[in-house]
């Protein structure tokens, strides 16, 4: 892998994963979770709730 295909993989990766969980404008489709009983979580900031997300 050359430095120019280090830089241009993960930018294709990421304009993928963009278009699957947020709308042209930017804003995220995912904005929670809703357990059994109906209760809404919604999304925080965290890392890892971010990269459970990308990886499902």
Do not use: H
Not at 17 to 36: E, H, L, S, Y
């Amino acid at each position: 892998m050359n430095k120019q295909d280090f830089l241009t993989v993960p930018q294709t990766e990421i304009g993928s994963f963009n278009t699957r969980v947020a709308t042209p404008r930017g804003d995220w489709i995912i904005k929670g979770f809703i357990d059994i009983s109906k209760n809404i979580y919604t999304i925080s900031v965290d890392t890892k709730v971010i990269s459970k997300i990308m990886e499902l």
